[in-house]
């Protein structure tokens, strides 16, 4: 039977360390996952978020920068796996999404920016297209953890969990449900 490991938008963001991808990464590897999935929002794509564009704590935010992180954290995320070859599947989700509606905004921009940019396949990821369902092993998943500090949720933020969640004896749509606390998996694998 299957064993899927679900990756709860990560929101990899040059403000943040990317350690939590290499912990990631061991874990799947240490479980002997056979599945990775990832909900979307692997990149947050801060440099073209309209929330607080024109505002002086936009400064800073570079296109580049978003997608060397992102790069950076995808290899840590191998690096963990090791030898380890499951099937990682991922779901764009409105953070990866926020390419395509800049572009749309600015059609100058065709052909420049876009969501290859972030390769994902390069990588060895299945890409699943915004809005869209992914069936596996019965198991419906769709974009609607490894959580970092969000600065405009700083005061709720002690309320959200973040970890990863476990999937074990997976076979048509049912399956055994563990979660993993990043508390733990700092722990666990941040010594490795």
């Known amino acids: 039977m299957a064993t899927h490991l679900v990756i709860g938008d990560p929101h990899c963001t040059p403000k943040a360390s990317n350690d939590r991808f290499l912990w990631a990464g061991r874990v799947a590897a240490d479980y002997k996952v056979s ?18 564009r024109a505002k002086k704590s936009f400064e800073g935010r570079r296109y580049q920068k978003d997608m ?17 070859k499951p099937r990682k599947i991922m779901l ?37 297209p915004y809005k869209q369902i992914k069936v596996v092993d019965g198991v419906y998943y769709a974009q609607c953890y490894l959580n970092h500090s969000e600065h405009f ?14 999937k074990r004896e997976v076979k048509d749509g049912n399956y055994n449900i563990e979660t993993i606390d990043i508390k733990t998996i700092r722990r666990e694998y941040g010594k490795k």
Not at 93 to 116: A, C, M, Q
Not at 153 to 166: E, I, K, N, P
């Open 68 to 84: 060397e992180h992102s790069h950076e954290a995808l290899s840590l995320f191998n690096k963990g796996l090791g030898k380890h």
């Open 92 to 128: 764009h989700g409105n953070h990866e999404d926020r390419i395509d509606r800049f572009v749309d905004e600015n059609p100058e921009l065709d052909g420049t920016l876009k969501i290859s940019d972030l390769k994902f396949r390069q990588y060895g990821w299945q890409e699943i």
């Open 35 to 52: 599945h990775v999935i990832c909900m979307g929002d692997f990149c947050s794509m801060d440099s073209l978020s309209s929330y607080d």
């Open 153 to 166: 949720a700083r005061d709720t933020q002690h309320m959200w969990w973040s970890g990863l969640v476990l």
